[in-house]
């Protein structure tokens, strides 16, 4: 009988050294066999008001909540080695379908083993379901109950992307982490269409999890594995699981033993968990009753994290944070909460206060390419001529590799005259400021203080 430690070892699990545990097993882990049926394990463990602070166990490796997770979109950080990205600490990185699935394509990536693979990334990754791609950057999208064609921004080929085929390319691509497709409301929106794009999102949702439970067998992990008859006996598990807090909720609705194994389950090394997890997203634009609403029936589906999603597409920031807030409430408190695409270092700090443990944005990686930095004395704009002659550090509070190295007048100097280097380094120090910001709000939650909350994240414009 092969156990999974050898299957690891001979390269039947596609996650190299962060899959195997390294760490000792700390409170609240539960024993490997039972780690080998779960998608992810979420724990939280200090909370302050609203806020907490946590641990997300994926099939590649542990998070610490709340997160932020920068943006690589073609399987790449623009600018940025993977080393490199090991080294800031980043724990997991977002991938978009849409612009995989364009570009190279779903296919050579899971016959390429997956993401992490491909990309020799092997931390957890997520990837979102395509939808606010489609409704952002395609062209002549058209939308029916079935899904969305849409024409690529790349070529203008027309494309369909429904919740079976964006399950279809997440399961291909390999995340841990995989969303359910959505609508992503427009905004403005009138009452009736908000309603009407809100429940297309919830039907959708249902079809999304079906799929899912159907196919997740099919992720690219360990694809040489034995059969799970050959690891466990007669025994089937179910991975469409996860243990929350102690709590079991069997998501598929299925007791343990019915229902298909996953044929690769098994290639998951000790001390990881085995598939993937897919996450329902909320929708109901800026109407509070409807995003309770839109939280509640999505809870009543039944997914092993949340997603709040429609925010930030161009409605004022206050209302941001009331719509997040009159969602959270209704969400399970001891699940993960997702908030998507938000926001600038202080926003990422509101919204973990407001109960927030996952975040994404691309924001400090595309600000940085324009020469926009974020530092604790406020923002710069690095190709302004006041800094040519400025022989300072880029931010004096900040000890990333680049602003213990380099003077601003250099970083001027390397925007100025258009050098690679410049994104580079501007990617660098930017996610260190994110990572920082969020690790202080982290710490600050643990500690239970309050006060300290909000300092020493404050990037508002430099006087
Ligand atoms: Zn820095």
Same mark, same amino acid.
């Given at each position: ?178 969303? $359910?497709?959505?609508? =992503?409301?427009?905004?403005? @929106?009138?009452?009736?269409? !908000?309603?009407?794009? /809100?429940?297309?999102? *919830? &039907? ?63 290639? $998951?090394?000790?001390? =990881?968990?085995?598939?993937? @997890?897919?996450?329902?997203? !909320?929708?109901?634009? /800026?109407?509070?009753? *409807? &995003? ?172």
């Amino acid at each position: 009988m092969k156990v999974s430690g050898e299957a690891h070892r001979e390269g039947f699990c596609s996650a190299p050294a962060s899959c195997v545990r390294t760490r000792p097993p700390t409170r609240g882990y539960v024993p490997e066999l039972q780690f080998q049926t779960m998608s992810i394990q979420f724990r939280v463990e200090s909370t302050m008001g609203a806020a907490r602070a946590g641990r997300l166990l994926t099939p590649h490796g542990e998070i610490e909540t709340p997160v932020f997770m920068p943006v690589g979109t073609l399987a790449s950080v623009k600018g940025v080695p993977q080393d490199v990205l090991e080294d800031l600490g980043v724990q997991i990185l977002l991938g978009n379908t849409y612009h995989l699935y364009l570009r190279p394509g779903v296919e050579r990536v899971r016959r390429l083993g997956g993401l992490h693979q491909f990309m020799s990334w092997p931390r957890a990754v997520l990837t979102d379901s395509g939808g606010f791609q489609v409704f952002s950057l395609s062209q002549l999208r058209k939308v029916t109950e079935e899904g969305v064609t849409f024409r690529s921004h790349l070529d203008g080929s027309s494309h369909f992307f429904s919740p079976e085929s964006a399950m279809e390319a997440q399961i291909g691509l390999g995340a841990d982490i995989i969303m $359910a497709f959505d609508e =992503c409301t427009e905004y403005p @929106a009138e009452p009736a269409r !908000v309603r009407e794009s /809100m429940e297309m999102t *919830l &039907r959708w949702g249902q079809r999304s999890k079906k799929y899912f439970a159907e196919h997740r067998h099919e992720v690219p992990w360990g694809r040489q594995s034995p059969a799970p008859s050959a690891q466990y006996g007669a025994k089937k598990v179910s991975s469409f699981e996860v243990q929350v807090s102690g709590k079991n909720h069997a998501i598929n609705g299925k007791p343990e033993n019915e229902g298909s194994a996953p044929a690769h389950v098994g290639a $998951a090394a000790p001390g =990881c968990p085995a598939t993937q @997890a897919l996450f329902g997203i !909320v929708q109901g634009g /800026m109407d509070a009753k *409807l &995003r309770k609403e839109s939280a509640e029936r999505t809870v009543e589906i039944a997914f092993p994290g949340y997603a709040i999603g429609g925010l930030s597409v161009g409605e004022p920031r206050t209302v941001t944070r009331e719509i997040v807030e009159a969602t959270v409430e209704h969400l399970p408190s001891d699940q993960p909460r997702y908030l998507m695409g938000v926001g600038t270092p202080e926003e990422i700090a509101e919204y973990a206060n407001l109960g927030i443990d996952m975040m994404d944005c691309v924001l400090p990686t595309r600000a940085a390419r324009h020469g926009l930095l974020f530092t604790s004395e406020g923002k710069i704009s690095i190709k302004q001529a006041r800094y040519a002659g400025d022989d300072g550090p880029l931010d004096p509070n900040c000890a990333c590799r680049v602003c213990t190295r380099y003077r601003r007048a250099y970083l001027r100097h390397l925007y100025a005259s258009n050098e690679v280097l410049a994104q580079v380094l501007n990617t660098v120090h930017n996610l260190s400021f994110y990572l920082d910001t969020i690790g202080r709000v982290r710490h600050s939650i643990a500690l239970g203080e309050k006060a300290s909350f909000l300092s020493g994240v404050r990037s508002a414009p430099k006087p």
